[in-house]
C-alpha cells in the first residue's frame, strides 16, 4: 500500500453562533492514495465544502476543528503555523474552485497570475515564469497559449476559465487538488471535455484529487472511492462501480434512485426521499437519516450506527445493513408507473405554435447605438418555428447562449420578438404581453428557474396564491372560495394547508418551486412554460418538483415548454425535443427518436456527454472541441461547423443546411442526408 | 440584540420631536422678548443657556426655534422621498427612453451645488419657508430617485415581478405593490439621511441669513449671530450649534440602527 497523500481522521468541525457551537462535519475519515480520484457527494448543507476545505488545512474565521486531524504526507495540517500553511497553499495544496471568474483576478493577465504562482513558490525568474505559465496553458489543452497568456479573463468563455485555473492550480505541482464543483456552472459538452482533462492530468502529475460535487453523474464518470456525506456524516464510503451498482445505505440507494436518467422515460415516476435534510442544528439523536429512511426501525431513531467496514474499502452507517445486503429488507418500493400520459404525439393541431420567431438585441436603431454604444446585434432567436402538441411537453435543450430562454421569453411574452406568428389554441397570439387577452395570459403561464426570488419575500403564500387566483380566474371569485382554491392548489403541489401563512423565508428551494408551480397552476392554463425550473434544486428535491409536473400534466391536462440544460431531466418529461444552437433549432423529434437515434452531429455529441450516473458508462464516446461561437459573430453556412465532428467540406462553411426528414416528424438541419446520418447511429457501438 | 447606540439616536430624536411640539409651551420666555437688564448672562438656573446680547433668553430661543429646523426638513424630505420614489420605481422598471432621459436630466441637477441652487433660487424667489422646501426638494429627488432606481434594477427581474407581468398586473400595481416593498429598507434608510442634510441644510441657509425670517428664531441664524459676539456671549453660539450637531447625529444613529435592522430582515 502506497502511503496516502491525505488522510483526514475523525474530523468534526464546527462553526460559531451566537449562542455556541455548531457541529458542521462529525467525525469524518478518509485518505486519498496517489493518483486517486476521491469523490465527495453530498446535497446542498451537507458539509462537504467544510470538509475539503479543512483537508487543504483552511478553516473560516468563524469556524474550529474541534476533532481528529488532517495528514499530508505524515504531517499535521492543524500544527503549522498560518505562515506555513500559506506556504503549502498553492504548492503542495491546490484549490480549483466554482466560479472561475471570481478566483481570477481582472486585473492582470492570465499569464501573469499563473507566473505569480510558480515566482513564488519556486522562486523563478519572471521570464522562466512567464514560459512555464504558457507551458501549463499547453498542458491544458488551451489552443493557442501564447495569445491566451496575454488576455484578461473577462475576455475567455466559462471553460476556457475553468482551464485556466486548472493550470494555475497544477502549475506548482501539488500533492493535493481540492476540485470543489468545478464544473457545475458549466455546459455539458464543456463539462465532459474539462472532465477527460481532469483523468489526463491526475494521471501526468501523479497528484492525489478530492472530487467535490452534488451531481452524482459526474463523480461516477472521474472518480474511483466515493464518501456520501449527509448532514455533516460520512453515511457511505465506498469504491466508485460498488457505490453505484451495489449501494446498501438508504440513502444512497434513494439518490441514486431518484435522479433521472436518459433511459428513464416518461411512464414512470421518480422514486423520491420523503422529507428534507435535517438542519445543522437539530440533526436527530440516533441516526440522522433515520427521520427519512424508508427501513428506519425504532432504535434507528435512539441509537446512533456506527460506521462499519462491509467489504474492503466499503463503509456503511446504518443498523440494517446486513439485512439490505441480504436483500430481506428492500429499499425502494417498485417504480411507481406515472399517470397515464397520453401525449397526442401526431395530432394535427397545437396548443402553441410559433412560426419564424426572430429576437435579435443590440443595433438596432440609431437611438440606442447613441445610449447604449453597441452596435453588436446578436442574434438570439433566429427564425425559430417550433410547436407544442396537446397535453405534450416539447423538451427544448441547448447550451447556454444558444437562445433557448430568449426563446421561451418571447413565447410568453416577457421579451417581445421582432418578427414571427405565434398562436395558442388556434387562436393568434400577439408578440407584446400588453396586447394579449385575459384569457390568453391564463392559458400562458411560466415557472422561473430561481426559487429564491420566484415568489415575492414580502407576501405570504397564500397571498401570492389568491392574488394569481383573483388575476387569472376567469370569473370573479368570492373571497372564501379564494380561501378555499388556495388550499385546494397546495393539495395538488403536495403542502399542508398551514403553508399558506408561511413566508417564502419559511421555505426551502424546493417548497418554494412547488409553489410557484402552483401558482401558474391557478387557473388550470394549457401551456407552462419551465425554464430550468429545477436546475438550482438539490437531486432528491429536483425528482419531487419532476414528479409534480409529471403528475399535474396528467391531473390538468396541461402542456409545457420544458427547458433544461439537464438532458436527463428533459427526457422525464419530454414527448417531444427541440435541439438548439446558435439561436435555431438543430433537430426536432419525439424524445425517443432524439434519444435512440440523436441524428445531427451537435446533438449526438450533447447526448453523449451527459454525465450518466453509472461508472460502467464513464467517457462518453464524442467530445465537442472549442467553445461554442459567440451569438455575437455567427459563423456562416452552418453554424455548427466550426466544432462539428462530422463536417463535410467547404459546403459547411458556405450554405445554410437544409432541413433533412427522417421520418415520423424527426427532423434534422444538417447538409448529410438523414438517411447516412442515422445509419452512422445503428452502426456507431450503443453504450447502453 | 441590544443597540445601545440606535436606541440613544432614538431617544435623541423623540426628545427633538417632543421639543418641536411642546418647546413652545415650556419656554419660561417668548421667543422675541428681551428681558430688561439681562444681557449677557452666562447659563444660570434662571437663564439655562444664558442670554444674548439683546437679552434674549437661549433657552427659550432654542425650544422656539425647534419646530422650524424639524418641519421643514420634515416636509421637504417626505416630499422628495415621495417624487424621488416615483420617479426611482417608473425610470428604474420602465427603462427604455424614459428612463435615459429622466436619469440624464437627474444628473444634471445633481450637478449644481446645493448652495448655489439654494442661493440663486431664494435670491429669485425671496426667502420663504416654502422656498427652502422647494430648494430641498429639488436637491434631494434627484438623490433618492437615483438610489431607488438602482434597488429597482435589481428587483426588476426577479421571478416575482415577471410573474406578476405573466398576470397582466397594472403598471401600478406591479410599481407599488410588488417592488415598494421590496425598496422600503433601501427607502426608509434614504430617508433619514437625507433628513439629517436637509437639517444642515436649512440650517447653514438661515446662518447665511436666508432661513426663517426675523424675528422667529432660527438655530442656523443664531448660530451665526453668536459668532458675531462670541467674545462676549460665546454661549450664544454653543446651544444652537449644540442642539443642530445633536439632532444629525440622533438621526443619523437612528438611520444607522434601521439600516442594520432592515438588512437583518431583508435576509432572514
Given at each position: 500500500?502506497?502511503?496516502?497523500?491525505?488522510?483526514?481522521?475523525?474530523?468534526?468541525?464546527?462553526?460559531?453562533?451566537?449562542?455556541?457551537?455548531?457541529?458542521?462535519?462529525?467525525?469524518?475519515?478518509?485518505?486519498?492514495?496517489?493518483?486517486?480520484?476521491?469523490?465527495?457527494?453530498?446535497?446542498?448543507?451537507?458539509?462537504?465544502?467544510?470538509?475539503?476545505?479543512?483537508?487543504?488545512?483552511?478553516?473560516?474565521?468563524?469556524?474550529?476543528?474541534?476533532?481528529?486531524?488532517?495528514?499530508?504526507?505524515?504531517?499535521?495540517?492543524?500544527?503549522?503555523?498560518?505562515?506555513?500553511?500559506?506556504?503549502?497553499?498553492?504548492?503542495?495544496?491546490?484549490?480549483?474552485?466554482?466560479?472561475?471568474?471570481?478566483?481570477?483576478?481582472?486585473?492582470?493577465?492570465?499569464?501573469?497570475?499563473?507566473?505569480?504562482?510558480?515566482?513564488?513558490?519556486?522562486?523563478?525568474?519572471?521570464?522562466?515564469?512567464?514560459?512555464?505559465?504558457?507551458?501549463?496553458?499547453?498542458?491544458?489543452?488551451?489552443?493557442?497559449?501564447?495569445?491566451?497568456?496575454?488576455?484578461?479573463?473577462?475576455?475567455?468563455?466559462?471553460?476556457?476559465?475553468?482551464?485556466?485555473?486548472?493550470?494555475?492550480?497544477?502549475?506548482?505541482?501539488?500533492?493535493?487538488?481540492?476540485?470543489?464543483?468545478?464544473?457545475?456552472?458549466?455546459?455539458?459538452?464543456?463539462?465532459?471535455?474539462?472532465?477527460?482533462?481532469?483523468?489526463?492530468?491526475?494521471?501526468?502529475?501523479?497528484?492525489a484529487a478530492l472530487y467535490v460535487s452534488h451531481n452524482l453523474g459526474v463523480i461516477a464518470q472521474i472518480c474511483d472511492q466515493v464518501t456520501v456525506l449527509y448532514a455533516g456524516e460520512v453515511m457511505a464510503s465506498a469504491p466508485v462501480r460498488e457505490l453505484y451498482a451495489r449501494p446498501v445505505h438508504p440513502y444512497t440507494i434513494g439518490l441514486l434512485a431518484s435522479i433521472p436518467r436518459p433511459t428513464t422515460g416518461v411512464e414512470t415516476r421518480l422514486p423520491t426521499i420523503p422529507g428534507v435534510a435535517p438542519a445543522l442544528g437539530d440533526r436527530p439523536p440516533g441516526c440522522v437519516f433515520a427521520p427519512r429512511c424508508p427501513a428506519a426501525l425504532p432504535h434507528c431513531f435512539t441509537d446512533k450506527p456506527p460506521l462499519e467496514m462491509i467489504a474492503p474499502g466499503h463503509q456503511v452507517r446504518c443498523?440494517?445493513?446486513?439485512?439490505?445486503?441480504?436483500?430481506?429488507?428492500?429499499?425502494?418500493?417498485?417504480?411507481?408507473?406515472?399517470?397515464?400520459?397520453?401525449?397526442?404525439?401526431?395530432?394535427?393541431?397545437?396548443?402553441?405554435?410559433?412560426?419564424?420567431?426572430?429576437?435579435?438585441?443590440?443595433?438596432?436603431?440609431?437611438?440606442?447605438?447613441?445610449?447604449?454604444?453597441?452596435?453588436?446585434?446578436?442574434?438570439?432567436?433566429?427564425?425559430?418555428?417550433?410547436?407544442?402538441?396537446?397535453?405534450?411537453?416539447?423538451?427544448?435543450?441547448?447550451?447556454?447562449?444558444?437562445?433557448?430562454?430568449?426563446?421561451?421569453?418571447?413565447?410568453?411574452?416577457?421579451?417581445?420578438?421582432?418578427?414571427?406568428?405565434?398562436?395558442?389554441?388556434?387562436?393568434?397570439?400577439?408578440?407584446?404581453?400588453?396586447?394579449?387577452?385575459?384569457?390568453?395570459?391564463?392559458?400562458?403561464?411560466?415557472?422561473?428557474?430561481?426559487?429564491?426570488?420566484?415568489?415575492?419575500?414580502?407576501?405570504?403564500?397564500?397571498?401570492?396564491?389568491?392574488?394569481?387566483?383573483?388575476?387569472?380566474?376567469?370569473?370573479?371569485?368570492?373571497?372564501?372560495?379564494?380561501?378555499?382554491?388556495?388550499?385546494?392548489?397546495?393539495?395538488?403541489?403536495?403542502?399542508?394547508?398551514?403553508?399558506?401563512?408561511?413566508?417564502?423565508?419559511?421555505?426551502?428551494?424546493?417548497?418554494?418551486?412547488?409553489?410557484?408551480?402552483?401558482?401558474?397552476?391557478?387557473?388550470?392554463?394549457?401551456?407552462?412554460?419551465?425554464?430550468e425550473p429545477t436546475s438550482a434544486l438539490d437531486v432528491s428535491v429536483q425528482a419531487v418538483v419532476l414528479n409534480l409536473l409529471k403528475d399535474l400534466r396528467a391531473q390538468k391536462g396541461a402542456s409545457y415548454l420544458f427547458i433544461s440544460h439537464d438532458l436527463s431531466a428533459v427526457a422525464y418529461l419530454a414527448d417531444w425535443i427541440a435541439v438548439m444552437y446558435l439561436g435555431q433549432i438543430v433537430e426536432e423529434g419525439t424524445a425517443e427518436q432524439v434519444y435512440q437515434r440523436p441524428s445531427h452531429p451537435y446533438t449526438e455529441a450533447l447526448i453523449s456527454s451527459i454525465p450518466v450516473p453509472d461508472p460502467a458508462q464513464a467517457g462518453g464516446r464524442i467530445r465537442l472541441t472549442g467553445d461554442a461561437p459567440r451569438a455575437a459573430d455567427i459563423p456562416t453556412g452552418c453554424r455548427f461547423h466550426t466544432r462539428c465532428p462530422r463536417k463535410l467540406g467547404p459546403v459547411c462553411e458556405t450554405d445554410a443546411p437544409p432541413w433533412q426528414e427522417a421520418g415520423g416528424g424527426h427532423r434534422i438541419r444538417c447538409h448529410i442526408p438523414a438517411a447516412e446520418l442515422l445509419a452512422l447511429q445503428v452502426s456507431a457501438p450503443k453504450s447502453d | 440584540m441590544a443597540r445601545p447606540l440606535t436606541l440613544l439616536g432614538l431617544v435623541i430624536v423623540s426628545v427633538f420631536l417632543l421639543m418641536a411640539v411642546f418647546g413652545p409651551l415650556i419656554a419660561p420666555y417668548p421667543f422675541d422678548a428681551i428681558i430688561r437688564g439681562a444681557a449677557r448672562l452666562p447659563p444660570s438656573p434662571e437663564h439655562l443657556f444664558g442670554t444674548d446680547r439683546l437679552g434674549r433668553d437661549v433657552f427659550s430661543r432654542v425650544l422656539w426655534g425647534a419646530r422650524e429646523i424639524i418641519a421643514i426638513p420634515g416636509i421637504a424630505t417626505a416630499l422628495a422621498v415621495g417624487f424621488g420614489t416615483i420617479i426611482g420605481l417608473a425610470t428604474g422598471y420602465l427603462g427604455g427612453w424614459l428612463d435615459e432621459i429622466v436619469s440624464r436630466l437627474m444628473d444634471s441637477l445633481l450637478a449644481i451645488p446645493a448652495l448655489l441652487l439654494a442661493l440663486a433660487l431664494l435670491g429669485a424667489i425671496g426667502s420663504s419657508p416654502v422656498g427652502i422646501i422647494i430648494v430641498i426638494v429639488l436637491l434631494y429627488v434627484p438623490i433618492v430617485a437615483r438610489v431607488i432606481r438602482s434597488a429597482t434594477l435589481n428587483l426588476r427581474s426577479s421571478g416575482y415581478i415577471e410573474a406578476a407581468?405573466?398576470?397582466?398586473?397594472?403598471?401600478?400595481?406591479?410599481?407599488?405593490?410588488?417592488?415598494?416593498?421590496?425598496?422600503?429598507?433601501?427607502?426608509?434608510?434614504?430617508?433619514?439621511?437625507?433628513?439629517?442634510?436637509?437639517?444642515?441644510?436649512?440650517?447653514?441657509?438661515?446662518?447665511?441669513?436666508?432661513?426663517?425670517?426675523?424675528?422667529?428664531?432660527?438655530?442656523?441664524?443664531?448660530?451665526?449671530?453668536?459668532?458675531?459676539?462670541?467674545?462676549?456671549?460665546?454661549?450664544?453660539?454653543?446651544?444652537?450649534?449644540?442642539?443642530?450637531?445633536?439632532?444629525?447625529?440622533?438621526?443619523?444613529?437612528?438611520?444607522?440602527?434601521?439600516?442594520?435592522?432592515?438588512?437583518?430582515?431583508?435576509?432572514?
Open positions: 500500500m502506497p502511503n496516502p497523500v491525505i488522510e483526514a481522521r475523525g474530523v468534526s468541525m464546527d462553526y460559531r453562533l451566537e449562542k455556541g457551537w455548531l457541529n458542521a462535519v462529525r467525525d469524518v475519515s478518509l485518505s486519498i492514495n496517489p493518483l486517486g480520484i476521491h469523490g465527495l457527494v453530498g446535497e446542498s448543507g451537507s458539509g462537504k465544502s467544510t470538509l475539503a476545505l479543512a483537508l487543504m488545512g483552511y478553516l473560516a474565521p468563524n469556524a474550529r476543528l474541534s476533532g481528529g486531524a488532517v495528514w499530508l504526507e505524515g504531517e499535521d495540517l492543524f500544527r503549522k503555523s498560518q505562515a506555513e500553511l500559506r506556504a503549502l497553499w498553492g504548492s503542495q495544496l491546490s484549490l480549483v474552485p466554482q466560479d472561475s471568474l471570481a478566483a481570477l483576478n481582472p486585473a492582470y493577465t492570465i499569464g501573469d497570475q499563473i507566473a505569480e504562482v510558480t515566482r513564488q513558490h519556486f522562486g523563478l525568474s519572471r521570464r522562466a515564469a512567464w514560459q512555464q505559465a504558457v507551458e501549463m496553458l499547453a498542458r491544458v489543452r488551451i489552443a493557442d497559449p501564447t495569445s491566451v497568456a496575454r488576455q484578461y479573463p473577462h475576455q475567455l468563455s466559462g471553460g476556457m476559465q475553468q482551464r485556466v485555473t486548472i493550470a494555475m492550480a497544477l502549475s506548482a505541482r501539488p500533492r493535493l487538488l481540492v476540485l470543489d464543483e468545478p464544473t457545475t456552472a458549466l455546459d455539458v459538452t464543456t463539462e465532459a471535455v474539462i472532465l477527460d482533462l481532469f483523468r489526463e492530468l491526475i494521471q501526468e502529475t501523479q497528484a443498523h440494517r445493513w446486513h439485512e439490505i445486503v441480504n436483500g430481506d429488507v428492500a429499499i425502494l418500493t417498485q417504480p411507481e408507473a406515472a399517470a397515464p400520459h397520453v401525449a397526442h404525439q401526431l395530432a394535427a393541431e397545437s396548443v402553441l405554435s410559433a412560426r419564424g420567431l426572430r429576437k435579435t438585441y443590440g443595433g438596432a436603431g440609431w437611438w440606442r447605438r447613441l445610449t447604449r454604444g453597441s452596435a453588436r446585434r446578436v442574434r438570439a432567436v433566429d427564425d425559430v418555428t417550433v410547436r407544442v402538441r396537446p397535453q405534450s411537453t416539447l423538451g427544448l435543450v441547448g447550451e447556454s447562449g444558444s437562445g433557448k430562454t430568449t426563446l421561451a421569453r418571447c413565447i410568453v411574452g416577457l421579451e417581445t420578438a421582432d418578427d414571427g406568428q405565434l398562436e395558442l389554441l388556434a387562436i393568434p397570439l400577439d408578440r407584446r404581453l400588453a396586447r394579449r387577452s385575459r384569457a390568453q395570459l391564463r392559458e400562458l403561464q411560466m415557472v422561473f428557474q430561481n426559487p429564491n426570488d420566484t415568489l415575492n419575500p414580502y407576501r405570504t403564500v397564500g397571498q401570492t396564491l389568491e392574488r394569481a387566483l383573483e388575476r387569472l380566474s376567469p370569473q370573479p371569485l368570492p373571497p372564501d372560495q379564494r380561501r378555499q382554491r388556495v388550499l385546494e392548489l397546495l393539495e395538488v403541489v403536495r403542502l399542508t394547508p398551514d403553508y399558506a401563512d408561511r413566508y417564502p423565508a419559511e421555505l426551502s428551494g424546493g417548497e418554494k418551486q412547488r409553489v410557484a408551480v402552483a401558482r401558474a397552476f391557478a387557473a388550470d392554463p394549457a401551456l407552462v412554460v419551465a425554464d | 407581468r405573466l398576470r397582466g398586473e397594472p403598471l401600478m400595481y406591479i410599481l407599488f405593490r410588488e417592488i415598494l416593498p421590496g425598496v422600503l429598507p433601501a427607502l426608509a434608510v434614504e430617508s433619514a439621511l437625507r433628513f439629517s442634510y436637509a437639517i444642515f441644510l436649512t440650517s447653514s441657509l438661515g446662518f447665511l441669513g436666508l432661513g426663517v425670517q426675523p424675528p422667529t428664531p432660527d438655530w442656523g441664524r443664531m448660530v451665526s449671530e453668536g459668532r458675531e459676539s462670541y467674545a462676549t456671549t460665546p454661549w450664544a453660539l454653543w446651544f444652537p450649534a449644540g442642539a443642530i450637531a445633536l439632532l444629525v447625529i440622533g438621526v443619523n444613529l437612528l438611520a444607522d440602527g434601521l439600516r442594520r435592522i432592515l438588512r437583518y430582515e431583508g435576509a432572514a
